[in-house]
């Protein structure tokens, strides 16, 4: 039994490429290597909340989350790596004072506040207001929370910054919402190759079976630990670097084509 970890963005689909489905060719060959008895995962700093009908109608066994700050296998939460609380009560305080837009991310769940206009408004242009609660408990949510996403103004970014260097593990400017204006805030333990390793032990599937398919620079990790990486042709030089194989572009069916290669029937 092999184990096979995707990450979604530059990979599964690409939205900035206007491709925002799974190639069909792709779903041919994910359902072909189910059924021959492997394992198939998606490997994600995305919350669950943000995959579509069409990334979770994937004949998938299980999500890794946040980069690993959740595990979901078989529609069960088998890890959650929640941020302090207190630290957590601090920086959606902080951010306030601010004036910056954020939203709460837990396991199943995104809130945000009906005030934040800015941030919501982003998303409801997308078509993706469906995936926000907006009437909740913020302490309450505050205890189950992984993620703070928040936007920021420039002439906050140093103290931002000073606030992740201190307490987290990972801090972006840029990430899917195509601004220059986001930060994450997470645990400094989460990590996407940990949480591979916790699903391997979980089925009792050797390292030397593992697989993971990325082009971004936080599938390094995931890189370094599989035994078999396989970059797409469209991620960065140091990506590809990192990589066993590089395969061709996500444009051009790179994923399909690698696929039919190394797990033939």
Sequence with gaps: MKALFFDIDGTLIDPNKGIMNVPESVKSELQRIKSLGHKLFIATGRPKAMLNEDLLSLPMDGYILYNGGVIEVEDKVIYENKMDYELAKATCDMLE????????????????????????????????????????????????????????????????????????????????????????????????????????????????????????????????????????????????????????TIENDGLAKILKVIIPN
Excluded: W
């Design 97 to 248: 004072k601010l004036g910056s837009d954020y939203m709460l991310e837990t396991a199943h769940h995104i809130y945000i506040d009906p005030a934040f206009h800015e941030l919501y408004d982003f998303f409801k242009e997308l078509g993706m207001e469906k995936m926000f609660s907006q009437d909740f408990d913020r302490d309450e949510v505050l205890h189950r929370t992984i993620k703070v996403e928040a936007n920021v103004k420039h002439q906050d970014y140093d103290l931002l910054e000073h606030h992740l260097e201190h307490d987290f593990g990972y801090m972006i400017k840029n990430d899917e919402h195509g601004s220059d204006h986001c930060f994450e805030f997470y645990s400094p333990t989460i990590s996407k190759a940990l949480a591979i390793e916790r699903v391997l032990n979980y089925y009792q599937i050797p390292k030397k079976q593992s697989y993971g398919f990325g082009d971004g620079e936080n599938d390094i990790e995931m890189f370094n630990y599989v035994k078999h990486s396989i970059a797409m042709g469209n991620a960065s030089a140091d990506v590809m670097a990192a990589a066993d194989i590089t395969t061709d």
